[in-house]
């Protein structure tokens, strides 16, 4: 296994394996060609259907309330008290993407079964 000995190398890989830049976002024509259980891979091409702009907003609620690292109890009564600082706006998405699946009753949407071999890391040597 090659190593990594510059960290603005590390940089650009793991912002291909999950882009959060805008410019990106921009960019329609770009491949699913991420991990096949990720929204950059071939779970990434399903179409929403069946799913109003408030459930999708409701989704968007629910993960950002489950990205939040707190126990259910816990919760904030609003949005805006959440501990905005110490969460991962990836989970977040991520999150989201997960429960509008759920909402149109097709979670966990991955084809086939996902193995060992599919996850690169799963059986590195240290």
Not at 66 to 86: R, T
Request: some cysteine; overall charge negative.
């Amino acid at each position: 296994m090659d190593t990594i000995d510059n960290p603005e190398d590390l940089k650009r890989i793991l912002e291909g394996l999950s882009p959060s830049s805008y410019l990106q976002t921009l960019d329609l024509d770009r491949p699913y060609d991420g991990q096949p259980w990720t929204s950059q891979g071939e779970r990434g091409k399903q179409q929403v259907h069946g799913v109003s702009m408030r459930d999708i907003q409701d989704c968007y609620i629910r993960a950002c309330y489950e990205s939040s690292g707190l126990a259910l109890v816990d919760y904030p009564a609003s949005l805006y008290e959440l501990p905005w600082d110490g969460m991962d706006p990836i989970a977040v998405i991520q999150n989201t993407l997960c429960n509008i699946e759920k909402k149109m009753g097709i979670f966990p949407n991955i084809k086939g079964s996902v193995g060992e071999s599919d996850i690169p890391w799963f059986n590195l040597s240290t």
